[in-house]
Every structure is written in structure tokens, then in C-alpha cells.
């Protein structure tokens, strides 16, 4: 059976800036950059683009990136909320207008500057505190990494998740990184012991379960799969996508519902796979999103490379590893660039472009064959992802 | 309380009741007149059967640690002042769907590090107090019994 998005459309084109800790040109510059390093990558010009999509949270409106790149008619735009759950959603929004016919190529990007505010949303807070926040925040819960070090404790506590398996992962990430010479921690190795003697941030989480402070932005095209063929970069075909804000579900502070450590990944899944060829035992590489360490083994369970529980033991010693035992071992290869926790967070958006190059063979920690590639959204806030495939 | 802690907006027009009772020294949380559903935090409509009517219903103030976190600066300053502090997210007693986001104190008006948190325990029972950090605006945080 036929599916109107399966397979129609391709990401033709990738491009970013530099990742660094502070960069010294404003956030529209460096979004400008990165769409043109997209567009130069697949072949296209900013006369080829009708499509704009991008963050809620980003900085630069639509209006301003189409003046500056001196785009024709945009035809179609739009935008996703939620932060880190967006990237996937943005990039599966620009697919289905093309699909559809409401645009032929679309670009999505995110530029974020740590030091800016309007790009950090826990740096405004006020003395007063309204909406859901109102109900976490003046009790001292006022970072996400303490939002999320609560249900790590919950989930430490349900099924005897470990600080040395979380710790395997950031590990495992930062070798990853170590490999990548455009991520920021590029020339800084880490061993479990760094990871375990790191100071605290919110216990149970330590330093090096957070994602780094970046600047930077990535990009990315989409067109169609047949224009894509024409391109001269290798076509990386958007084979599913799917967002969800699962029932009851409180963004960050997910506390409220039934059963908290059901997050959003589970909801994103059942559409990802109702709608794909493949499964979770057919993917190569998996890009999962990684504000904090402990979102990759929710992330795993949640989109079902293990059961319930399970995601923390699955990713003990060297099984994330692009050259660990793989899917026929019972690993996965997960962030071989270094994701969020060690070559750049862009609210997960370079973790779209690693899926892309997993796909092209072009990553610097390359998975040997990699055909079906997975980047997942947030975990923990309304999310969304994306099934890459190569095609063949 | 300290200077510069966060203050819940209680005007919030979905809130204001709860932050009205919290002021009188009540847990009170929305119960929903068609089908009898509790539901926190607060907003206009039962999720359950989509009705508007509800009635703020008492809670008997007693729950269970879920589960808690001790934050390290860097942090606001009236925070960063009491580092390491905790945070504690408590279940309800009467219903296990029910939770509260809070911290685990010796008194009312205690600092948020006067209890060590190395001796905090999921599955604690904890007692709400409410700690009026200003005039108008008291906030339930909780003892052990």
C-alpha cells in the first residue's frame, strides 16, 4: 500500500556553520550561512526556494531570511513549537508541503546563540511565575536539567538505571565527538571516570549528562525525491515522520499524567512505524535527541529497540558505538557525530544532518552500509522524528 | 522566605483558586461535577468528560515522595543561596495520578536545604504545610509526619 508522504520527498542538501561557544556574528548571519551551505551542497540556488520552515523559537522570521537570501514568492512557511521536540517536526512539516504540492523546495534550518535570550527560555525568567511553570519553578525546579533529573531519579529508581550506564553513554557520544573535527568537544576525550567524578548539576545528573552551550546553525533542503535524483548529492529520501503530543502529556515538567516515563517517544513511534516499510529491528543508525544523557535510553524504549526499562542496560559498555556490535550484536549506533552532549546543541537540529550523512556515507564515525537511519525530536516534550532511508 | 524566590502568578485565571486556598491553608484541587474526575494542575475543562463544572475538593494533605532532585548552582541567587537544596514531586495519597511538585522541609518556613538530602526516600510519607512567601501568596511544601 501507498503512503502520499513515504518515500516522496528527499533531503538534497545539508549545511552548517561552525559549532563553537560563542561566535561573534549575529544569529541571522549565521542561519544565512547555513542555508546557503545547504543549498550549495544540493545543487540549488535561493531562486529555487518557495518553502521556509523553522522553530517557534527561532530568532529570525521568515520574512527576514527570505529578504536577506532575495527568495522569489515563498509559497508555503511554517513553524514548530516545543524547542528541542521541533527539529524532526520542521524538517517532516517541509516534506509534507512538498509533497502536497504547496511548495517544490523547501529549507528548514535552526541558528541558536547561547547567549541570547529569545533562544534560551529558562534565562527570562521573572520574579512571577505563570502557566505550567507556575507549578515547578518557584519550588527551585528552574532548569531543565533539574526537570529532567526528576524523572531520571523516578527512572533510576523503577528499573535500576545506573550512573555508570548513563555515564556509558556520554562516554560512548564523546569518543564519537573525539572522532568529529567539527565538534566542539572534538580534542577532549572523556572516560567513565571523568564522567564519574564530574560535579553535580541536579543529582541525580552530573555535568556530563548535559549538552554542551552552543552557537551555530545548521540547515537543510527538501525537495522532491524525483528532483532529488537529479541532484549531485546523494538523495536521502524522508521515508516516515510523526510528531506527538501524547495524552495528558505537560511539556518538561511531565509529572502529572499516569505514568510519567511513558514520554512522548512511545506516541511518535507507533506512527513511525505504522506508516514505514521498516522497523526498529531494520535501522542502522539512530540520531536520538540528547539535551541529557538519560533521554537516549527513554529514547531506545520508547521507540522500541528495547523494552520498557531496558533503555539503560541496552546501552551499557560499547553498545551505542558506531563501531560497537551493532543491530546484529544487539546495539544500535547512536549520535555518531557527538549529538547534543558533545559536538553541538542546536535544539537537535545537527543531529538531522548526521542522519543525512549516515545515509550518504559521509560520517566521520560511519556505520558500513547504513541504509535506514532514525533522528529522533525531544524526549520529555512534544516531539517528533524522522525515518531516512537510503535510494535503493 | 527568602528574597528573590520565584512567586507563582496567582492571578492566573486557571489557577487562582488553588493559590486562594493554599492562602487559607488548604490543598484544595479541582473535582469535576459530571463524572467525579480530580484533576492537577488546574484548567477549565475535565479532560475526562469534557465538562466545564467542577468544584475545588479538600485532599487530606498526605502523599508519598515520587520522587526528587537536588539542584547545584549555578542558579538564581535566592537558590543558589540554599544549594543543595531538594526538590520533591509527592503523590497524593487519594489518588496516584495526583502529584505536587514541592520540597521536603523541617517547618513551613524552613530554608529548602534544612533536610540532608541524603535521607530522602522514594516512598516516604510527607504532610503539606503551606509557607506564605508574601503577602497574598502561600505555597504548599511538605514535612515528614
Request: charged share 20%.
Amino acid at each position: 500500500m501507498t503512503h502520499p508522504l513515504r518515500d516522496r520527498t528527499a533531503i538534497a542538501g545539508i549545511g552548517h556553520t561552525e559549532y563553537a561557544k560563542a561566535i561573534d556574528r549575529p544569529e541571522k548571519v549565521l542561519a544565512l550561512e547555513a542555508i546557503l551551505a545547504a543549498l550549495a551542497d544540493a545543487g540549488l540556488s535561493p531562486d529555487d526556494v518557495d518553502g521556509l520552515a523553522s522553530y517557534t523559537m527561532e530568532a529570525t522570521e521568515e520574512i527576514e531570511i527570505a529578504r536577506n537570501l532575495g527568495l522569489s514568492d515563498v509559497t508555503w512557511f511554517g513553524q514548530v513549537g516545543y524547542g528541542g521536540g521541533a527539529g524532526c517536526g520542521v524538517v517532516g512539516q517541509a516534506a509534507m508541503a512538498v509533497a502536497t504540492g504547496q511548495c517544490r523546495v523547501a529549507v528548514a534550518w535552526r541558528a541558536r546563540k547561547r547567549g541570547a535570550v529569545a533562544s534560551r527560555p529558562w534565562a527570562g525568567v521573572r520574579h512571577r511565575v505563570y502557566g505550567n511553570h507556575q507549578w515547578s519553578r518557584p519550588f527551585g525546579l528552574l532548569r531543565p536539567v533539574d526537570e529532567i533529573a526528576m524523572l531520571t531519579r523516578r527512572y533510576q529508581h523503577e528499573f535500576g538505571a545506573t550512573r555508570e550506564q548513563l555515564g556509558a553513554v556520554a562516554v560512548t557520544v564523546r569518543r564519537h565527538a573525539n572522532r568529529n573535527p567539527d565538534a566542539m568537544m572534538h580534542t577532549k576525550p572523556m572516560s567513565i571516570d571523568d564522567y564519574l567524578a564530574a560535579r553535580w548539576i541536579s543529582e541525580p545528573l552530573c555535568l556530563f549528562d548535559n549538552c554542551l552551550e552552543s552557537d551555530g546553525a545548521a540547515a537543510v533542503v527538501v525537495t522532491s525525491a524525483d528532483r532529488a535524483r537529479d541532484l549531485p548529492s546523494t538523495p536521502v529520501l524522508i521515508h516516515g515522520f510523526a510528531q506527538s503530543i501524547p495524552r495528558q502529556h505537560q511539556t518538561m515538567t511531565n509529572y502529572f499524567g499516569d505514568d510519567p516515563l511513558v514520554g512522548p517517544s512511545y506516541a511518535c513511534a507507533d506512527l513511525l512505524w505504522r506508516n514505514a516499510l521498516v522497523g526498529p529491528g531494520d535501522v542502522d543508525v539512530a540520531q536520538l535527541y540528547d539535551a541529557f544523557s538519560p533521554l537516549i535510553p527513554l529514547s531506545l524504549e520508547g521507540y522500541g529497540f528495547c523494552g520498557r526499562g531496558e533503555g539503560a542496560a541496552f546501552g551499557a559498555g560499547n553498545a551505542l558505538a558506531f563501531d560497537g556490535p551493532g543491530r546484529q550484536g544487539g546495539g544500535l549506533p547512536v549520535n555518531t557525530s557527538g549529538g547534543g552532549m558533545s559536538e553541538a546543541y542546536l535544539h537537535g537540529f545537527n543531529l538531522i544532518v548526521e542522519g543525512v550523512r549516515q545515509i550518504r556515507g559521509t560520517s566521520y564515525s560511519q556505520v558500513s552500509g547504513a541504509e535506514t537511519s532514525l533522528v529522533t525530536s525531544g524526549e520529555g516534550v512534544p516531539t517528533s522524528a524522522l525515518l531516512l532511508r537510503a535510494d535503493r | 522566605m527568602i528574597d528573590g524566590m520565584l512567586v507563582p502568578g496567582a492571578e492566573d485565571p486557571d489557577a487562582a483558586a488553588f493559590w486562594q486556598w493554599c492562602a487559607k491553608g488548604e490543598l484544595r484541587i479541582q473535582m469535576c461535577t459530571s463524572c467525579d474526575a480530580r484533576r492537577f494542575p488546574p484548567r477549565p475543562m475535565c479532560p475526562a468528560c469534557r465538562s466545564f463544572d467542577h468544584v475545588w475538593t479538600p485532599l487530606s494533605g498526605r502523599g508519598t515522595v515520587w520522587s526528587f532532585v537536588v539542584p547545584h548552582p549555578p542558579l538564581l541567587a535566592a537558590y543558589g543561596d540554599q544549594a543543595p537544596y531538594n526538590v520533591i514531586v509527592v503523590t497524593a495519597d487519594e489518588d496516584p495520578a495526583i502529584r505536587f511538585v514541592g520540597n521536603l522541609v523541617t517547618a513551613a518556613d524552613a530554608r529548602l536545604d534544612a533536610i540532608d538530602p541524603a535521607s530522602i526516600v522514594i516512598g516516604e510519607p510527607v504532610t503539606v504545610v503551606f509557607d506564605r512567601i508574601d503577602e497574598a501568596v502561600a505555597v504548599p511544601r511538605w514535612t515528614r509526619p
